[in-house]
């Protein structure tokens, strides 16, 4: 194989994304916990997607309910967290069949990944996978890490450092990770799941498969 390092993304790539109730009820958790019982519609939104941005929710929660948003977006973060651990032990939420292949690759290799920190460790350690990697990082669940999510490249850019490799490919799901990939210098693979199977990514990817087993396959010849 013609790479050393191999660096993955986690949701939709190694383990199956969130089930949509995850972000709900975490985004209404939060909000009631914060004595806002009855959210509008853009206020649910704000707290499960931010919706309209950071700095207009920041404005708004604070002058309409006198709550402070940085600390109703770290306790939605860690709710959502919470969240995927139940749903993976109810198996709502489970390792591809193909991720094995991926993880007996012969090179050192990371995950970057835009889930929480905490949910990409709570991943490892329920799949007994730490020491199947090398490096891991996933967003913090502060608003100092909103905007650090991918295509930025500030956590690809440690992962590489930490994995100190000359020649890395970052295997992803969507544009915006084969964008992360080139703006850092390294290639990228699009695996396709049924989500994104029609999916056109953009930037074109180095490799484009249909599996980890494919890639897997591409990876032993790739020159």
Not at 6 to 28: H, K, N, Q, T, Y
Not at 64 to 76: G, I, K, P, Y
Request: glycine share 6%.
């Amino acid at each position: 194989m013609d790479y050393d390092a191999v660096v993955f993304d986690m949701d939709g790539v190694l383990i199956e994304r969130s089930p949509s109730w995850v972000f709900d009820d975490a985004a209404e958790r939060a909000l009631r916990e914060a004595d806002i019982d009855d959210p509008t519609d853009g206020e649910f939104r704000a707290v499960r997607t931010l919706h309209g941005g950071l700095d207009e929710a920041t404005a708004h929660f604070e002058s309409t309910h006198e709550v402070a948003f940085d600390r109703l977006w770290h306790r939605r973060n860690e709710l959502v967290t919470a969240n995927q651990r139940t749903a993976i032990e109810d198996g709502e939420k489970a390792l591809y069949d193909d991720a094995g292949a991926a993880l007996d690759l012969p090179a050192t290799r990371g995950i970057v990944s835009n889930n929480q920190h905490a949910a990409v460790e709570t991943v490892l350690d329920r799949f007994d996978l730490r020491d199947r990697f090398d490096t891991w990082y996933g967003l913090r669940p502060g608003v100092e890490d909103v905007g650090a999510e991918k295509p930025a490249t500030g956590y690809m850019e440690r992962a590489l450092r930490d994995l100190t490799a000359d020649r890395v490919v970052y295997v992803g799901d969507r544009s915006s990770d084969v964008a992360a990939a080139h703006n850092v210098g390294i290639d990228a693979a699009f695996v396709r799941r049924p989500f994104n199977a029609d999916a056109d990514p953009d930037p074109t990817p180095e490799y484009d498969v249909g599996s980890l087993h494919e890639l897997v396959e591409r990876l032993a010849v790739a020159e």
